[in-house]
């Protein structure tokens, strides 16, 4: 049985048991789809005392992020999230010319960059060498380093402590959870700001977005467990926004504790929306696993469906949490032909496990499918508008989560 990532109690109880999968980013080469792929246990187990859920980290960190091939800047909407957020934090934080604003895990600058044309000095801190030298390319200055309490102090003594520090969709992706939340300790100036955006649990159990478990993210949060696990490092979340991102996500800000910070109303709410829901209680996590079986036989049947009917399904977005839901609900390339992907970087692979390949997405118009199942629903409504010619044809949509649904 393994033991908590953040306070070492042994976890007992089941969330829910995905069984074997392979990992959700790793895309095969043609010449890779004879040999026999990895597969490894998804099993996500609830801590009783902190309320953290959590997966194993059954592959090191460095293994998933050395060379990660993801870059944020492909989607329209992340960037207006990016510059919406920099406008939102010059104006709360007051920042200007003097102040230093850090992001953790900052890809290929797309975010930094809105600081950069205001004249905000700021610095990337990014794992994946390859993507770390995008960055400085587009005039980002960026370290290529893991994030952790000796990087934290390494890069206090090399630039100087943060004003700012900015970590979005990372945490969860952190197999050593303390060592992280004790570099913003190291790395936050007195009187300055962490934000940090998270895939809030709450929203992930009412809309059984069972799909955006993976083996790489090893951590799921409510806001009950941040606010546990920064206290622990004397640090203090102050106030939350409630936002729209991956499905509902969280943005906590957090300052050195004993600052005196007043907790906002909307904090308070999100606390009582996550007591009203039993998440400080084993109760609040039972019974999703039987969501996830009725889902992805929802889906199976519809599958099997189509193809007795001679009917073409293509998928759209071949994004991490389609893999989860292709492979955890048995679908192969025999249902759904091809995946398209606006991402050059995975056009000509073959989705994990399931080898569906992956095309550009004018084969969507080329190959004119009878339906379109889109994959990141959190973002179905944006690829139902780029792809609306494929009503042309008769085409229909399809997402899957929370439950089926069909539509034109
Ligand atoms: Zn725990």
Not at 31 to 57: K, M, N, S, T
Not at 102 to 130: H, M, Q, R, V, W
Not at 143 to 165: C, H, P, Q, V
Not at 216 to 241: C, M, Q, R, T
Request: hydrophobic share 40%; with cysteine; proline share 6%.
């Amino acid at each position: 049985m393994p033991d908590c990532r953040f306070c070492g109690a042994p976890l007992r109880l089941t969330f829910v048991d995905l069984g074997k999968t392979p990992l959700a980013n790793s895309y095969l080469k043609p010449g890779d789809l004879q040999h026999i792929e990895p597969v490894y246990p998804l099993h996500a187990r609830v801590c009783e005392f902190c309320f953290l859920v959590q997966v194993e980290p059954v592959v090191p960190a460095e293994e998933i992020f050395g060379h990660y091939a993801y870059f944020s800047s492909y989607s329209k909407s992340w960037l207006e999230h990016a510059a919406d957020y920099c406008r939102m934090a010059r104006a709360k934080f007051a920042l200007d010319t003097k102040s230093f604003v850090i992001e953790i895990a900052s890809n290929d600058g797309y975010l930094l960059k809105n600081f950069i044309t205001a004249g905000i000095p700021c610095l990337g801190i990014e794992p994946a060498a390859n993507v770390a030298e995008v960055a400085r390319k587009n005039n980002v200055p960026t370290e290529a380093l893991f994030f952790g309490e000796k990087t934290a102090g390494a890069i206090a003594k090399k630039y100087k402590k943060a004003d700012l520090i900015i970590a979005n969709n990372v945490l969860a992706h952190v197999p050593d959870l303390n060592d992280f939340v004790r570099g913003f300790k190291t790395l936050l100036k007195p009187g300055g700001t962490i934000t940090c955006e998270v895939p809030h649990l709450l929203k992930l159990i009412i809309g059984v977005q069972f799909d955006t478990i993976y083996h790489e993210h090893y951590s799921y949060f409510s806001l009950l467990a941040l606010e546990k696990i920064f206290a622990f490092h004397g640090l203090e979340i102050y106030d939350a926004d409630e936002l729209s991102t991956h499905g509902g996500s969280l943005r906590i800000y957090a300052a050195h504790s004993g600052e005196g910070q007043k907790t906002s109303v909307q904090l308070k709410k999100i606390r009582a929306d996550e007591k009203a829901a039993n998440l400080d209680k084993p109760e609040g996590y039972s019974g999703f696993g039987v969501k996830v079986k009725t889902i992805c036989a929802e889906l199976f049947t519809f599958l099997e469906k189509t193809k007795a009917e001679g009917e073409t399904v293509a998928g759209f977005g071949a994004a991490a949490k389609g893999n989860t839901l292709l492979n955890v609900s048995k679908i192969k390339n025999d249902s759904i032909k091809f995946v398209c992907d606006n991402n050059p970087h995975k056009q000509r692979l073959y989705m994990p496990g399931s080898h569906i390949p992956i095309l550009p997405p004018q084969e969507i118009f080329a190959k004119k499918p009878d339906y379109v199942l889109i994959l990141p629903w959190n973002i179905a409504a944006e690829i139902a508008q780029e792809l609306a010619d494929i009503k042309s044809w008769g085409g229909k949509f399809v997402t899957a989560i929370p439950n089926l649904r069909i539509w034109q």
